[in-house]
């Protein structure tokens, strides 16, 4: 397929880390660390100048703008950033011309002279061409020079460059070069002085008698401190060796065991004993072990990703460990006779590939594993790799001080984490429950089962289950410890500022744990600090360039600014590197929601469900979808399919948190559709149901939608006693969420008060909810400031304020379409048609009309993804009527009737909308 091209004109900037490739050598964490920040600095920065990231390549960035003026304010913006701690000696160079933009990045020639640009600038400075000059000379604020006519490499024509000045900005020391101009640039060590103060002196204003004074102190000074610094060695010298042995960790890895017993059944102790030993030499402080997910990790990084760490062979374990720097490797196998079971293992050096020394292990049955093997085979690895002969005191490692005493639980447990990092949230439920049935100890297995709970809605059982991990954690290694931590102060504490902090701990302390920097990168998110999250999951993909779920969630985070073009980038490499799995397509099905292509979403999460049937959450949206498109009898299928699969395959004991949101939607569907009844009664069955099985959001949101269900039937007493059990609910869920909870009530609770004539009330409920607002730091902001809007022209409308009302409705718009993916707050049916009842009030008939059109025809251009209420066919059908349009109001009275067609028999709209289309079929007749 051809790529998408176009050519335009474009400002260019281009960043670049002055000595990056020298401090990477020195000091990989501080390089890393600049690295981060510059690319942090600018997320920031351009987008606040309307420009776009290109492209982040190792130490630089390429970005373009559409005007030169704010390329150069947004390049001045980003040194002034950098020069504060910590300071980064970066520099810059802009250019404006022609350049080709493709789906992948830009290139042309404008690029090219852009980045040489760059390359002339001093640290801390920032370089333009004539062309930018020429934009920005009549701007103030920006100031330049010239450095004179240049000529660039690979750059045809002679270009004359200037230097920004002023705002600290650094500018090159321009020398002769011969007949032709030229610079000298600063470097980044001038740069640092400059920064910290120094004056440089030159040496002929040093007087002579200064210089032989500083030339003896040069002598007798350093002679001094040797000599004390002999000393302090001797003397502190175990001490000192204890430390460097703890800083500087030797790193090795464990790699499949050869199963030898002829018997397949056994083949699972290949992974489970390698993990064991990983598990046990991870309590040492002297050694640094390769996990078994950073073999996989690296194995996909060589193009491999189609094997199994458990396949991997000799060959390429040593290419494993040269990529990541691992010294020592540990190969083994296993062997049974009668009822002895026999272990061996080797420890080679990595770069001789010399054996180190081998050893064995045996016992009586597979428990000996646990029992004793795993301990005695830990000993002769600890010794080799790191402790030669009585160094130090050798720790006394024991594995069953950190995991299980079971192996049948450690069989259960691998395969329940497997099923976990695969999204496959029932298998992990299931083998993970079968691990702790063999051992009610263990405690990652109440880990993982937790998080496996919780993605599966049942929120009791994945706080037991957290409850239990933390009582247990004292046996699992400090890695795992903190993550029990971390996970238990989040979720049973309550307290995420606190979980991210151990979450940002248990990242410093294990920089090259994947999963660390996810998890982190998901805090980021809801927190809603954006572009930290993007830093963090950028780290996950240079740690393992081929996992997908790492680009799956920057897939969202860019759908969240609207660059849908860069969201489908990440998901499509989602896609690519995740084959057989449902979550790509239920993903892209997500993408194409938001970006208003129903079809292409329908396509996507159909194909999700036909990897998987019971991704339920296919099923939920796929009804959603059929709703927007007006499909109402296509979306109850949905629901009724949904329930369906449910039954066949599982449990309500087992899985409540899906009936609670099958619940919760096929209730949403019948409540629109006039079926009052039996919407009440979903609700209530999942009232008690959550109640019952501890989905305490679950028993919130039906409150909630039973309280509309009341006010729609004009019981605002019992309504408004809803709102307060569902508030109170939720502030007993999480407190830290107490201000989204009362602003989320005080919205709703308001509308309902403008419903039933109680302005007064409502206007100081509108009034507490503006109040609020400011002070929401939540991902769901939009969607609260729109119900905050919409309660404003509400009560403007009630208080007959009708021109006022119009403006605070026209100036309420739907949030992002982001949100629609989270489906639970979006689809709270709040009546949306406030501005056609304004125009109403205020006799434009025409206008109340045109509002109403809009409300039932899904504009994919628009933002809103709000589910299409059918009783705005029948209010559009009485204005229809009053402008004596017979024709379109019996068509709009007849679409409402076919959506209502099984509604409860005395509800008033059913009943006039019967009437009045009787009386114009009957006026047509005549």
């Known amino acids: 397929m051809e790529k998408r091209q176009e050519r335009k004109l ?20 501080k390089a890393r660390t600049m690295r981060d920040h510059l690319r942090k600095t600018h997320r920031t920065l351009v987008a606040q100048h309307s420009g776009q990231i290109k492209q982040f390549y190792g130490d630089g960035v390429l970005c373009s703008f559409a ?20 300071t980064i000696p970066a520099r810059i160079g802009i250019h404006v011309g022609d350049v080709i933009f493709e789906e992948e990045g830009i290139v042309g020639d404008g690029v090219n002279v852009a980045s040489r640009i760059e390359q002339v600038a001093a640290a801390g400075g920032v370089c333009i061409s004539e062309k930018v000059y020429d934009e920005i000379k009549n701007q103030s604020g920006l100031e330049a020079k010239s450095l004179g006519q240049m000529e660039l490499k690979n750059v045809r024509r002679r270009i004359e460059i200037f230097a920004l000045t002023g705002e600290g900005l650094r500018v090159p020391q321009a020398v002769l070069n011969g007949e032709k101009g030229g610079v000298q640039v600063q470097d980044e060590r001038e740069f640092g002085k400059m920064e910290a103060g120094v004056k440089v002196v030159p040496e002929n204003e040093v007087s002579k008698k200064v210089r032989r004074r500083n030339k003896l102190k040069k002598v007798l000074i350093p002679l001094s401190l040797a ?15 204890e430390q460097v042995a703890v800083s500087s960790p030797k790193p090795i890895v464990v790699m499949p065991f050869e199963n030898q017993t002829g018997d397949e059944s056994l083949d699972y102790l290949r992974v489970a004993i390698p993990n064991l030993l990983i598990t046990n030499l991870e309590q040492s402080k002297y050694l640094n072990v390769a996990t078994w997910e950073r073999m996989q990790d690296l194995l996909k990084a060589m193009g491999k990703k189609e094997l199994e760490v458990a396949e991997i062979d000799k060959e390429i374990g040593f290419e494993l460990c040269r990529m990541d720097g691992i010294q020592g490797i540990v190969l083994g196998s296993f062997t049974k006779a009668g009822d002895m079971f026999a272990t061996d293992i080797k420890v080679l050096d990595v770069t001789s590939k010399r054996l180190l020394i081998s050893a064995n292990a045996k016992g009586e049955g597979v428990g000996s594993i646990l029992k004793s093997q795993i301990d005695e085979l830990s000993k002769p690895i600890y010794r080799v790799v790191y402790i030669p002969s009585g160094r130090f005191e050798e720790e006394d490692l024991k594995i069953t001080d950190v995991t299980t005493q079971s192996m049948e639980a450690y069989r259960y447990y691998l395969e329940g984490v497997k099923y976990y990092l695969q999204f496959l949230d029932i298998g992990a439920r299931v083998n993970l429950e079968k691990a702790v049935e063999h051992d009610p100890t263990f405690a990652m297995a109440y880990f993982y089962l937790g998080m496996a709970q919780r993605r599966l809605g049942n929120m009791q059982a994945s706080r037991v289950a957290i409850e239990k991990a933390m009582k247990y954690s004292a046996r699992t290694t400090e890695k795992e410890a903190l993550s029990i931590k971390m996970d238990y102060t989040a979720y049973v504490e309550r307290a995420p500022q606190n979980a991210r902090k151990i979450n940002e701990e248990l990242v410093r302390r294990f920089p090259k744990e994947k999963m660390a920097h996810y998890y982190l990168g998901i805090k980021y998110r809801d927190a809603v600090r954006d572009s930290e999250a993007i830093d963090a999951f950028d780290r996950v993909i240079e740690l393992d360039p081929n996992w997908g779920y790492a680009y799956n969630q920057l897939g969202y985070r860019y759908a969240l600014i609207g660059d849908y073009a860069k969201a489908r980038e990440y998901l499509e490499k989602f896609a690519s590197l995740s084959p057989g799995e449902p979550n790509p397509f239920d993903s892209m099905g997500d993408l194409f929601l938001m970006m208003g292509r129903l079809d292409d979403a329908i396509f996507n999460f159909k194909k999700a469900l036909e990897i998987n049937q019971t991704w339920f959450a296919g099923l939920r949206k796929l009804a959603y979808i059929y709703a927007i498109k007006g499909d109402y009898a296509e979306a109850l299928r949905q629901h009724v399919q949904y329930s369906s699969t449910f039954d066949k395959y599982f449990s309500i004991e087992e899985d409540p948190g899906i009936v609670v949101a099958g619940y919760r939607h096929g209730g949403l569907i019948k409540f629109l559709l006039g079926r009052y009844k039996e919407a009440l009664d979903l609700f209530r069955r999942q009232i008690s149901l959550a109640s019952s099985s501890g989905v305490e959001l679950g028993e919130a949101d039906a409150h909630e939608l039973v309280a509309f269900v009341y006010a729609e039937m004009g019981d605002f007493v019992d309504a408004e006693n809803e709102l307060q059990k569902c508030l109170e609910t939720r502030l007993a869920v999480s407190s830290a969420d107490s201000l989204r909870w009362s602003l989320s009530y005080k919205c709703i609770s308001g509308l309902f008060d403008v419903k039933a004539g109680k302005i007064k009330s409502a206007k100081e409920k509108s009034k507490n909810a503006m109040e609020i607002l400011p002070k929401i730091k939540h991902r769901m902001l939009e969607i609260y400031s729109f119900w905050v809007a919409l309660l404003e022209g509400e009560v403007a409308l009630g208080e007959a304020l009708y021109q006022e009302a119009i403006q605070k409705f026209r100036k309420s718009t739907p949030p992002n379409p982001f949100y629609v993916t989270f489906l639970s707050p979006y689809t709270v049916p709040i009546s949306r048609d406030g501005l056609g009842r304004a125009y109403y009030a205020v006799g434009d008939l025409d206008k109340a009309i045109a509002e109403y059109r809009r409300l039932i025809t899904f504009d994919p251009k628009s933002e809103d993804r709000f589910l299409i209420n059918p009783k705005y066919h029948y209010r559009l059908a009485k204005l229809y009527e009053e402008k004596n349009w017979p024709g379109l109001a019996i068509q709009e009275y007849e679409k409402f009737l076919e959506f209502w067609t099984d509604a409860d028999k005395d509800l008033p709209d059913l009943l006039d909308a019967k009437a009045r289309l009787a009386k114009l079929e009957g006026m047509a007749a005549r």
């Open 10 to 29: 474009a400002a260019i900037m281009f960043t670049d880390i002055v000595g990056y490739t020298a401090l990477m050598q020195e000091d990989e964490s």
């Open 67 to 86: 005007s030169a003026i704010e390329a150069t304010r947004c390049a001045v913006e980003v040194q002034k950033r950098l020069r504060k701690k910590p």
């Open 227 to 241: 000599l004390i610094l002999i000393l302090v060695l001797f003397l502190l010298r175990p001490i000192f060796q």
